[in-house]
T-cell receptor, first 115, second 117 residues
Framework: AQSVTQLGSHVSVSEGALVLLRCNYSSSVPPYLFWYVQYPNQGLQLLLKYTTGATLVKGINGFEAEFKKSETSFHLTKPSAHMSDAAEYFC?????????????FGKGTHLIIQP | EPEVTQTPSHQVTQMGQEVILRCVPISNHLYFYWYRQILGQKVEFLVS????????KSEIFDDQFSVERPDGSNFTLKIRSTKLEDSAMYFC???????????????FGQGTRLTVV
């Protein structure tokens, strides 16, 4: 079974600073990896995804993530934080190779942006 | 842009009552899902639905839960006799295929917050 670990339930950065949200996964098969963002009172919105090919993937709102197989990681970064980035961020892995339909999510990281 | 819509946004119900949570998936999608998020915890998979039947369900999805696609557009989650521990945010999602390859991403609704009192 797949699992996802997000280090840090809360991350606080200053506006303009680098954002780094960590995600590690366990998988016995090539993973499909996703980052979703949840703004207050809204649903989950897909930020970016890794399927195959280029290990550095770019998403919406200036976010990117790098798939590192040797580290089983898929950390999310943004060079310069903006106040509007304050939200809950979820890393997820697809279980399809294990025969499962659904996504396995991490516990989420709440990103706080300090002015 | 197409989106998944859920109603109601918030529902309060008494323990033991039946509730129906409603979702309208994206029209050309083939897979439909329910997930839940208990406050402060991770988003958990409940059930997937494909070709008018349950494709997969988690151990959370016991006999108290059922899903239905009654009219080809709506997708509902019914909880027969709610318990306090059913209080959570319930997310509906849909996708064209099982999430993985490009074009099969799951799109989520804004959620229904269920409070059981």
């Amino acid at each position: 079974a797949q699992s996802v670990t997000q280090l840090g339930s809360h991350v606080s950065v200053s506006e303009g600073a680098l954002v780094l949200l960590r995600c590690n996964y366990s998988s016995s098969v090539p993973p499909y990896l996703f980052w979703y963002v949840q703004y207050p009172n809204q649903g989950l919105q897909l930020l970016l995804k890794y399927t195959t090919g280029a290990t550095l993937v770019k998403g919406i709102n200036g976010f990117e993530a790098e798939f590192k197989k040797s580290e089983t990681s898929f950390h999310l970064t943004k060079p310069s934080a903006h106040m509007s980035d304050a939200a809950e961020y979820f890393c997820a892995v697809s279980d399809r190779w294990g025969g499962a339909d659904g996504l396995t999510f991490g516990k989420g990281t709440h990103l706080i942006i300090q002015p | 842009e197409p989106e998944v819509t859920q109603t109601p946004s918030h529902q309060v119900t008494q323990m033991g009552q039946e509730v129906i949570l409603r979702c309208v998936p994206i029209s050309n999608h083939l897979y439909f899902y329910w997930y839940r998020q208990i406050l402060g915890q991770k988003v958990e998979f409940l059930v997937s639905f494909y070709n008018n039947e349950i494709s997969e369900k988690s151990e959370i999805f016991d006999d108290q839960f059922s899903v239905e696609r009654p009219d080809g557009s709506n997708f509902t989650l019914k909880i027969r006799s709610t318990k306090l521990e059913d209080s959570a945010m319930y997310f509906c999602a849909s996708s064209w295929g099982i999430p993985g390859p490009p074009g099969t991403e799951a799109f989520f609704g804004q959620g229904t917050r269920l409070t059981v009192v």
